[in-house]
């Protein structure tokens, strides 16, 4: 049976979410982001997460966080929408852009708790009232955070539009992963992609180049990227996946709903990001992904991670 206990954490309530017979279970922080702390499956932690309300609050690296309602760079952090120009506080002070929009330092809600013998759920809220200067479009986030004891995760979110016009929104998730104990050691898989060209501040250039490097599991050694790339197979499942001396990972998702997915291996080179996304880089500017929801409408995805020994 999965179990549930509820921990100070700092200012916040800790979740922790487990099943002792199986050893599988995760915790999350809702009140700072609804952020995945840790994700263990058999007892093992598969997740480069914080380990202290300190290093939540910092944010450093933005590790497991929530991107919405754009994840990666927006050029300047201005964008146009309607005739309306917007603009977001530039929080990635080396490029002048803004960075994976605000509801990774919004308080969620829990709404919902579910634990069974074979899984279990947890769904928070984000009531987001439009207060923001540069989104000021009132609307729902919900984010269902499921294990079972198949050994997969599962994030799914749900979108919906309280302005009176539509919105645009994009999403993506910020997950670093350590199946070993640096980047290097780990064996990478990713699927037939175009690496997404970018300039010296990170925004696309326009231009895709065919990415072959990782199509069979490869040594990632000394191999630096922080890189978006679009997959092939616009109509595929497509597979993310790493392994290392604590098993294999996969970050399973669809084409048609996440076309883009970023990688990242971060200078401390202890874990590798493995990016979902719905929409580019930019992609207030370029469209490339970007979802239109409807005024009053909802839009809803998800994607799973599974694992194997």
């Known amino acids: 049976m999965y179990e549930l ?3 100070p954490f700092g200012a916040w309530r800790r979740y922790n979410i487990y ?3 199986n050893g599988n279970g995760f915790s999350l922080v809702p ?10 499956f058999s007892n093992q932690n598969i997740l480069d997460g914080y380990q202290t309300p300190e290093e939540l609050a910092a944010g450093k690296w933005g590790k497991s966080a929530v991107l919405f309602p754009f994840p990666n760079r927006l050029r300047d952090g201005k964008y146009n929408w ?14 002048g852009n803004a960075i994976h929009g605000f509801a990774r330092a919004e308080a969620f809600e829990v709404v919902r708790i579910e634990l069974t013998t074979e899984s279990a759920e947890l769904e928070c809220r984000l009531d987001y009232s439009g207060h923001q200067v540069g989104y000021p479009f009132p609307c729902t986030l919900d984010l269902t955070f499921t294990i079972s004891n198949r050994r997969d995760f599962s994030l799914s979110f749900m979108v919906k539009n309280h302005h ?13 992963f350590r199946l070993s104990n640096s980047a290097d050691e780990h064996l990478m898989h990713l699927p037939a992609a175009d690496r997404v060209e970018i300039d010296e501040r990170m925004i696309p250039t326009g231009q895709k180049t065919p990415y072959a490097a990782f199509l069979k599991d490869t040594l990632v050694a000394d191999t630096r990227l922080d890189n978006c ?3 092939a197979n616009p109509n595929a499942l497509y597979r993310l996946g790493l392994s290392g001396e604590k098993g294999k990972i996969a970050v399973v998702a669809s084409a ?3 076309p883009f997915f970023q990688v990242f291996t971060p200078p401390h080179r202890e874990s590798i990001a493995l990016e979902p996304m719905t929409c580019n880089v930019d992609a207030f500017h370029n469209g490339e992904g970007l979802v239109t929801v409807p005024a009053g409408g909802d839009w809803l995805e998800a994607f799973r991670v ?4």
Not at 31 to 40: C, E, Q, R, Y
Not at 83 to 94: T, V
Not at 306 to 309: G, L, N, P
């Open 5 to 7: 206990a509820i921990v």
């Open 256 to 258: 048609a709903s996440f």
């Open 19 to 21: 099943n002792p017979v």
């Open 164 to 176: 009176g016009k539509p919105i645009p929104a994009g999403f993506g998730w910020h997950p670093y």
């Open 229 to 231: 790339f679009k997959t």
């Open 82 to 95: 309607e005739d309306k120009q917007y603009a977001f506080p530039i929080n990635n002070a080396d490029t």
């Open 31 to 40: 009140g700072k982001g609804a952020t995945l702390l840790d994700l263990h």
């Open 306 to 309: 599974e694992y194997y020994e």
